[in-house]
């Protein structure tokens, strides 16, 4: 209560100087033109707790010298702070660990404890003279670090000397510490391998939007991707598989004869580097190995682990259809893709994955899945008929449900707590089994009434891989999530039990991610929308604000080459029916300020072109509807090409 009274007391002292402005559904209203936060100069993304303006600038100088305690856990901090002041700005950065008036920039630790601040909060004071960062704990240097840079010119992010910026920083007093204690970001990189080095450049995002744990999805029916001594089939044969580019879900079944060449994974040296790499940057890594479901990778490798015939005939998926969701969860399957929880094996052969993990990962968690898992084999499967008599279970869900438990049971022997996605409580499990909520925010709120440990990580907010716009412009998947929506996101909802919840997650599933560039433009900038709602108070939160950050970061990626996502400012098609059948077509845009100008003709519109105004029906014989968007002169919006068609298709008859 005593943290609770202080920050609201902060809140009241340190308000921004706009108003919350709201629509009329009590949602935040679309950002108007010329909304900013604080001022231009200052967008830190996340919002912190408290930010004072102050008069005048810092001026980097030639000669910088930053002043850190000699401590190991501050080593890789302090090299970020030199790259970045030195790569683009040409100055000489060099460190002293004793105190010394000459220094440019002091990172110190508090020998009294200022409980405000926690273990990952910091104060940031920047006046003409000198930088000051204070933290209890080398976590909340590290995060003021990443202020601090976000204070400096766009060009702060470049590769290379960048000529012709006044380097200086605005003066200001920040005073700033997480929300909650989880903020993660979970990297499926099962589903398409990704290389080490490619974690290490997704763990060098995050960390710049104060993400602190990184959730590997090791293990799939698409490719299993940690060595597992003893059991080398599991990479010999559970990580390989063959190439596919299009839809992915929607594949021709693979021949016999094509090359299963496609995957990888990851040594434990490899592992293990992570881990370090991570830890660096005060990120804890948790695995999860997806069971009992999603097991095809391990099911190949290992046939003896299926209650099905014929499993030595299954091949690793390679994007082909192998699941009927036209029924809802769960899904009735084409192919076994589960581990038999009739089986004596199985539980053999997850102990021994489970003792080789819990001994490589030093996070307190291992997620074990349990989503998913389609029934149809089991129901007409003798060995789970036995088990159910033997064991008194009368539905699938109590079948799942035992399996859960001795999963749990293995985990929690090697000295780690169980997690597993919301499903695992239809088996009604011990409230010692942590929970990852996705089904929807109701099945997280349930789940802290029942005393689980939860984190929040619902589909509708805050699952990355689904479309950002349009689908004619976006891979197809069978959802949107739109920047704004993201940004709607509560780590603790209305209805929880806050004292259950762990904090908050943004997932990445990549059946239609091939590749890393294709990663940052799913990731950002919804990510920081997350990052924003895991890290600043609930009452902080302003979209408009918000989004006027935003644009001045998409700046700060141009000039590190990071790709990201420019669909916030896309068009949005709505399409009816007038009285006499005519297709009318409603088009809108997420922000506010721009304007919307369009073709029939199969032209590419400009701002010379007609500018929407209100629903507009297309000429008899029309084929496509183009439509780009403008803030004034400046094109802002993607060229977007609508089939007629596919808007009638989308009106219905």
Not at 432 to 439: C, D, E, I
Not at 482 to 511: C, H, M
């Amino acid at each position: 209560m005593k943290r609770f009274f202080s920050l609201l007391c902060l809140s009241i002292l340190c308000a921004p100087v706009f108003s919350q402005e709201m629509a009329p559904d009590n949602s935040p209203a679309p950002v108007t033109s010329g909304t900013v936060n604080h001022t231009s100069e200052i967008a830190i993304i996340p919002e912190p707790v408290s930010v004072i303006k102050g008069e005048g600038h810092f001026v980097l100088p030639s000669n910088v010298v930053i002043q850190a305690p000699a401590n190991m856990e501050l080593t890789q901090t302090v090299a970020f702070l030199q790259e970045r002041l030195s790569v683009p700005t040409g100055s000489f950065v060099s460190n002293v660990s004793t105190t010394t008036a000459r220094a440019t920039i002091k990172l110190i630790l508090n020998d009294k404890a200022n409980a405000l601040l926690g273990k990952e909060g910091y104060q940031l004071s920047v006046n003409p003279n000198a930088i000051t960062i204070r933290a209890n704990k080398p976590a909340g240097i590290f995060y003021g670090v990443q202020s601090l840079i976000q204070l400096f010119p766009k060009e702060i992010e470049g590769k290379e000397l960048m000529a012709d910026v006044d380097w200086e920083a605005p003066c200001v007093e920040i005073t700033d510490y997480p929300r909650v204690g989880w903020r993660g970001l979970m990297f499926d990189v099962a589903r398409h391998f990704f290389t080490k080095a490619e974690i290490k450049q997704y763990i060098d995002a995050m960390v710049r939007y104060k993400y602190n744990l990184l959730h590997l999805h090791l293990t799939d029916d698409e490719g299993w991707r940690i060595e597992i001594k003893g059991l080398p089939k599991l990479t010999e044969v559970g990580a390989w598989r063959v190439k596919k580019e299009g839809e992915f879900g929607n594949f021709s079944v693979p021949g016999a004869d094509e090359p299963r060449t496609y995957g990888g994974f990851y040594t434990q040296e490899d592992i293990k580097e992570l881990i370090v790499y991570a830890k660096e940057r005060f990120v804890d890594i948790m695995p999860e190995i997806d069971v009992p479901g999603h097991s095809l990778a391990a099911i190949v490798s290992y046939p003896e682990l299926s209650c099905t015939p014929g499993a030595e005939n299954y091949r690793v998926r390679s994007g082909e259809r192998i699941m009927d969701w036209s029924k809802g969860a769960p899904p009735i399957a084409l192919v076994d893709n589960t581990l038999c929880p009739a089986n004596e094996k199985v539980y053999t052969f997850l102990d021994t994955v489970i003792t080789q993990v819990a001994k490589l990962f030093p996070f307190e968690y291992i997620h074990m899945g349990g989503d998913e898992a389609p029934i149809n084999y089991w129901m007409k499967n003798d060995s789970i008929k036995a088990l159910m008599q033997r064991e008194g279970l009368k539905t699938m869900h109590q079948v799942q449900g035992y399996f859960e438990k001795r999963v749990q049971k293995i985990v929690e022997s090697k000295g780690k707590k169980f997690m597993g996605w919301d499903e695992i409580l239809d088996g009604e499990m011990s409230p010692s089994a942590a929970v990852m909520n996705w089904r929807g925010t109701k099945y997280g709120i349930d789940a802290t009434k029942k005393k689980h440990e939860v984190v929040m990580s619902p589909s509708a907010y805050a699952y990355l891989d689904y479309m950002q716009a349009d689908v004619i412009t976006e891979p197809k998947v069978y959802a949107s999530l739109r920047l704004s929506k993201s940004y709607e996101f509560d780590p603790v909802p209305a209805g929880a039990d806050p004292k259950y919840i762990k904090g908050g997650q943004a997932n990445l599933w990549t059946e239609q991610v091939y590749n890393i560039r294709q990663v940052e433009y799913m990731v950002w900038p919804r990510g920081m929308a997350i990052a924003e709602s895991v890290w600043s108070p609930a009452e902080k939160k302003h979209w408009p604000g918000f989004f006027s950050k935003v644009e001045q970061h998409f700046k700060r990626l141009d000039i590190a080459e990071t790709r990201y996502a420019p669909s916030v400012y896309d068009p949005i098609f709505k399409v009816s029916r007038s009285a006499d059948r005519q297709l009318m077509i409603d088009l809108s845009t997420e922000v506010e300020g721009l304007d919307i100008y369009y073709s029939f003709d199969n032209s590419f519109p400009d701002h010379f072109y007609p500018k929407y105004t209100e629903k507009i029906t297309p000429p008899k014989d029309a084929a496509t509807l183009k439509v780009i968007t403008y803030r004034g002169k400046t094109p802002v919006g993607r060229m977007m090409v609508m089939p007629i068609d596919e808007l009638n298709k989308r009106a219905g008859k």
